[in-house]
């Protein structure tokens, strides 16, 4: 098939009208996604292959591989961060345009892009990618604990450790992929904030700087995940912006592209780098970015790659109100039921992630949920407030087991 576009997606969510978005292409369209979402995507993709295991399988690439052999294959198109490198070797093998392996692994594997920052001058964590476990527990020696322990090529925070002393290094050594390992001294306490935009060969043409309420590994606690996009033209929004444009501007050129940093300020007030991926941010930064634009930055994305559109020519510009969201994880124990809340005015999207009832052993991402919600407000500190209403609010919505035991034994007392 002449000008074949090969589509790589693992994630559906009803509210992402994929199939619309790509329906004048859809007849040269070969999409790839994981068994779990086959059915939900059937009837919009005629042309349709799924894969077991998606996130981790090679055979996504060699699925690509085959079509690619064929000839014709116009365009190689990635969405989320497990598909950026595999995406980036077919286009290399192949010779077809978009993101090169070489550009894409600084964005992608976290030891590459530090190493970029460090040669930039950008304050990173001490890091290292040891060896054996004589290395780590040397480099841990040499900048104290704790000590995080985190996959290389990971994403939502997965597989990150917080060490607290040697025997929990060498205790956890036994489980470490020494080729996907990297280690960091701990950034203690501040602040964490997360940026999201994109980025051309000009520089960053849109940012978007948002406060994390809680941290990204706060799910190891049981506590919820949020967000809270700052208000343009506050100080930390235009020290955060120029921060991004130098950090961005220290990595390899990636064209038009959308981003998701992460940055540390630390309690004396100055900033470190925590990372960054080439890709949209997770969770409902796609949500909340789709709020306060008018524009949503997944279409956009995929229209691009797609040669529908040329996503330089849309402005990006924020239209006024400020725009949250919340991640509640699950904690170990029995849930017995969850209910949707009663019509709240700064709720403006709210999703149970979970059948109930149904027991946890607590959560292992940072996108690990049973409910999310995404609020508005006239400015950041009216969205915090709302975020935090919604914290007690879970209170109401969700039930579990050894809280109705409390009840009824205060009750009958």
């Excluded at 399988?57 to 990635?78: N, Q």
């Excluded at 050894?402 to 007392?413: F, I, K, N, T």
Aim: proline fraction near 6%; include cysteine.
């Amino acid at each position: 098939m002449a000008d074949e576009l090969i589509l790589c997606y693992r994630i559906y969510t009803p509210t992402n009208q994929i199939g619309a978005w790509l329906s004048e292409a859809m007849d040269r369209i070969r999409l790839i996604t994981s068994d779990e979402t086959r059915d939900a995507y059937a009837p919009d993709f005629p042309n349709l292959e799924s894969v077991p295991e998606y996130v981790t399988s090679p055979e996504v690439e060699r699925r690509m591989d085959a079509i690619c052999e064929r000839g014709g294959t116009k365009a190689v198109i990635h969405v989320t961060e497990d598909d950026i490198l595999r995406c980036a070797r077919v286009r290399d093998r192949y010779g077809i345009p978009g993101l090169r392996l070489a550009d894409a692994l600084p964005w992608r594997d976290k030891y590459h892009m530090k190493q970029w920052m460090r040669e930039a001058g950008v304050p990173t964590a001490d890091f290292l990618v040891p060896a054996d476990t004589r290395d780590a527990l040397e480099f841990a020696e040499r900048v104290g604990y704790p000590l995080v322990a985190k996959p290389r090529l990971g994403f939502a925070s997965r597989g990150v450790e917080l060490l607290s002393g040697p025997d929990e290094v060498q205790r956890a050594a036994a489980d470490w992929d020494f080729d996907d390992l990297l280690l960091e001294s701990y950034v203690e306490g501040g602040t964490m904030y997360h940026v999201d935009g994109f980025t051309d060969s000009a520089g960053v043409t849109y940012a978007q700087v948002s406060r994390y309420v809680n941290g990204c590994l706060s799910f190891a606690e049981a506590l919820p995940l949020g967000s809270v996009q700052l208000d343009p033209g506050s100080p930390e929004s235009v020290e955060l912006t120029a921060y991004t444009e130098r950090v961005v501007a220290a990595l390899p050129d990636v064209g038009f592209c959308p981003f998701h940093l992460e940055v540390f300020r630390t309690p004396d007030g100055g900033l470190v780098f925590c990372e960054i991926a080439c890709r949209l941010g997770g969770a409902h930064v796609v949500e909340t970015l789709t709020l306060a634009t008018g524009v949503n930055p997944l279409r956009l994305w995929l229209r691009h790659q797609a040669g529908l559109e040329d996503g330089r020519q849309t402005v990006l510009a924020d239209q006024g109100r400020r725009y949250g969201w919340l991640f509640v994880p699950p904690k170990a124990g029995r849930l017995l039921s969850i209910r949707e809340p009663e019509d709240t005015a700064y709720i403006r999207q709210y999703s149970i992630r979970t059948t109930a009832p149904r027991t946890f052993d607590g959560a292992h991402s940072s996108s690990d949920s049973i409910a999310t919600f995404v609020v508005d407000g006239a400015d950041s500190a009216e969205v915090e407030q709302n975020l935090r209403a919604c914290v007690d609010l879970m209170g109401t919505l969700a039930t579990w087991e050894d809280e109705r035991e409390q009840a009824l034994a205060g009750s009958s007392g």
